[in-house]
């Protein structure tokens, strides 16, 4: 199944339609296989559809995430990224000082979700381990100097 064909079952057991500007803004995300924020997205978008608006862009962005067809994570910053949700959860962690991201999983975390779903009855619809650092390079280089 394409990302089309899942985004159109998604939308359809939410009772809502794949509408042209939902389309657009699932190409632009999967085109880009990068971590969007709402800004970026909405530049792209209209270099496609010049009259989109920033509220459309944000209430189909409210409404992927609600169907689970895209995850965010703030990346350090105070505005979410946007990316879609792909076979396996990973979680962020981005470097302070190049802003480089790095994607991990944590098998841990799924485990926690398992024992407060089997413990205390939690359904839990999302979970974001998101980590803020210097990466390698930027903690070496910034040891090595006198900053
Ligand atoms: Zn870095
Ligand atoms: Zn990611």
Known sequence: ??????????????????????????????????????ESLFHQAREHDP???????????????????VQDDRLGENHAHFEKVGDHPH??????????????TAPEVERVMHRLNHDQGLVITE??????????????SGISSNE
Do not use: W
């Open 1 to 38: 199944m394409d990302s089309k064909e899942r985004l159109t079952l998604l939308l359809h057991a939410a009772n809502q339609r794949l509408t042209r500007q939902r389309l657009l803004i699932l190409k632009i995300l999967e085109k880009s296989r990068q971590h969007l924020d709402a």
């Open 51 to 69: 009259g989109i608006s920033m509220a459309t862009i944000y209430r189909t962005l409210t409404l992927f995430k609600e169907i689970g067809f």
């Open 91 to 104: 979680h962020h962690f981005t470097c302070i000082k190049c802003g480089c991201v790095i994607e991990f």
């Open 127 to 140: 979970a974001n381990l998101s980590l803020v650092g210097y990466c390698d390079p930027c903690s070496k």
